[in-house]
């Protein structure tokens, strides 16, 4: 909470909570922790791993989070896109996407935080996660995330070109300009970044 705080004292436009392994271990514990960086923070929190139910994103959204991202349970249940939207509104139904490229545009979505594939193309992914309801899109390049090496603004470019949804970029920063070369050659919504700061 106290790295949250400082975020938004310093300028943040929203955080995002990630719990990397709640998938994994088929837990969602980040319900205190959001509760208690809601009552100190007045910019939009956005929570993303483990919520595998409408009653899960509930109980999140009730805890103050605004948005919530669903990756992993929407993999194995597309309609949770849908019943989550119908029940809270799409904006704040974020379909989260963990991107693998494949070849020269092609890109297969992950799952369990990057570890497990699927088989399921991008792009197909992405444009079914937008019709079922999803009202953002949070894009993690699995090739790039973590090496601070820039963001795969090919991907985040054919995504943002192609849903009529925010899409967030993620996956990459490793220093300003490479924030400045993401937010110029695919023009996302916004950009996510997390150990550079």
């Given at each position: 909470e106290q790295l949250a705080r400082k975020y938004y004292e310093d300028g943040a436009d929203?955080?995002?909570?990630?719990d990397a392994?709640?998938?994994?271990?088929?837990r969602n514990s980040l319900a205190e922790?959001?509760?208690k960086t809601a009552s100190e923070i007045f910019i939009p929190l956005t929570v993303v791993?483990?919520?595998?139910?409408v009653d899960d994103i509930r109980a999140i959204l009730r805890a103050g989070a605004d948005k919530v991202g669903i990756n992993t349970a929407a993999v194995h249940n597309p309609d949770l896109i849908k019943d989550a939207s119908r029940t809270f509104g799409s904006q704040c139904i974020v379909l989260s996407i963990e991107a693998k490229?494949?070849?020269?545009?092609k890109w297969e979505v992950w799952v369990d935080y990057g570890r497990q594939p699927t088989g399921i193309d991008v792009i197909e992914w992405v444009t079914r996660g937008v019709e079922?309801?999803?009202g953002e899109v949070f894009l993690t390049?699995?090739?790039n995330d973590g090496m601070g090496s820039g963001y795969d603004s090919e991907l985040v470019k054919t995504v943002t070109e192609l849903v009529p949804v925010p899409v967030i970029a993620c996956?990459?920063?490793?220093?300003r300009e490479d924030v400045t070369r993401m937010a110029v050659e695919a023009k996302p919504d916004a950009i996510s970044a997390a150990s550079i700061f």
């Open positions: 929203e955080l995002v909570y990630q392994v709640a998938s994994l271990y088929q922790i959001v509760s791993g483990g919520l595998r139910s490229r494949r070849g020269p545009g079922l309801g999803a390049s699995v090739d996956g990459g920063a490793g220093s």
